[in-house]
């Protein structure tokens, strides 16, 4: 059992601790008390997440804010406190923290397009609910996580510095990226104009990080709150079709099962603007389909950067798995190309 749980107030002793969830930063265990409580235990990747500190304090504030907006108790996260009232504990330098289980609740991987709609829901909720939360109030827990462009320059160091000295295997996917540069600062510069607005973004926007209920699987509630800060609405929209309009798996190794599948698409559009349609802008919703193909790139060049670095930040369970997860983001980002009227045209034909 993990000593760090006695620093926590949990309802009854732990009995059991095992890892638990698919997430690729976090180590996440989950444990069982006396009684039958269960709590989330998580370890916080302090070499991803530099403040800690200021990174709980952005969960407490969003957590509060959501739970005076829910009905139903499982529609947010609750944080167990500290035995000394913090919502963390420090011990020998490592950051830890409890969520309660959400009981009676799943999460998908992927999702036909029912599911995905319920997800979409979600999302847009979460987006509503915080429209009225101060985004000043947050701290950037990673400082330009999805500045695209930000990102674009790191990709080009990796490929200089070419750390892992594959770079030569790769240089149809390293070309796939340097020549959508011009495409990278399209969000960053409709926002430094003030066209598009600073919101209070998840920034991780993936399916399975949405609680289902077991039952019912209507969407309960958001989860993976490290991210929260404030961004763009389009680039929240952008990543869930990033993992969830494709239709294989993220690190999928034969590219001929990797689709964009504009079914999919459309049914987020759907779910999104059904809860969130009216907060946001003309130019939020005309960019919808610019933040899908921003965020899958990015992504594949996240993942092709740490390729070059070595595996360095994503972890990986197989050798190749990062060469293998930034291939299907550009099998999706091709097709998305290839879609992209279509995709346009689903977004007006919903409004
Ligand atoms: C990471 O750990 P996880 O799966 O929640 C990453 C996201 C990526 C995702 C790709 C803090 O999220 O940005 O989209 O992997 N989170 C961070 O699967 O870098
Ligand atoms: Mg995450």
């Not at 930063?25 to 070499?47: D, F, K, P, W």
């Not at 409890?98 to 799943?106: A, Q």
């Not at 109030?137 to 674009?152: W, Y």
């Amino acid at each position: 059992m993990h000593s760090v749980l006695s620093s926590f107030a949990l309802l009854g002793a732990p009995i059991s601790c095992e890892p638990f969830g698919s997430g690729h930063i976090n180590g996440t265990q989950l444990v069982v008390c006396e009684g039958g409580a269960r709590y989330v235990l998580q370890h916080i990747n302090t070499h991803v997440f530099r403040e800690p500190e200021a990174l709980m304090r952005n969960i407490e504030l969003v957590t509060a804010h959501l739970r005076k907006k829910v009905s139903d108790p499982r529609g947010v996260l609750n944080l167990v406190p500290a035995l000394d009232g913090k919502s963390f504990v420090v011990e020998n330098g490592a950051y830890w923290r409890v969520y309660e289980l959400v009981e009676n609740s799943v999460c998908h991987q992927s999702a036909d397009a029912s599911l995905f709609y319920e997800s979409a829901v979600a999302f847009g909720r979460f987006q509503n609910q915080l429209a009225d939360f101060p985004a000043e109030q947050l701290t950037e827990t990673i400082p330009h996580f999805h500045d695209t462009p930000v990102r674009f320059a790191a990709f080009q160091r990796a490929v200089a510095e070419d750390a892992a000295g594959v770079s030569h295997l790769i240089q149809r996917e390293i070309d796939f990226v340097l020549s959508r540069e011009a495409f990278t600062h399209t969000l960053t510069d409709l926002q430094g104009a003030d066209e598009l607005p600073l919101r209070v973004t998840h920034n991780d926007t993936k399916i399975n990080n949405v609680l289902f209920d077991a039952e019912t699987n209507k969407a309960l509630c958001v989860i993976d709150l490290d991210t929260v800060m404030p961004g763009l609405s389009v680039n929240d929209f952008g990543d869930a079709i990033r993992f969830g309009a494709s239709t294989a798996a993220e690190d999928e190794r034969d590219l001929s099962r990797v689709h964009f599948d504009l079914g999919l698409y459309k049914a987020y559009v759907k779910g999104y603007l059904s809860t969130c349609g009216e907060s946001l802008t003309k130019m939020e919703k005309v960019m919808l389909p610019v933040g899908a193909k921003m965020m899958t790139l990015e992504c594949g060049m996240r993942f092709l950067a740490d390729h070059l670095a070595g595996d360095v930040y994503f972890h990986v369970s197989r050798k190749g798995q990062n060469l293998d997860r930034a291939r299907t983001q550009f099998r999706l980002v091709e097709e998305m190309e290839q879609h992209w009227a279509q995709m346009h045209e689903i977004v007006e034909e919903t409004d």
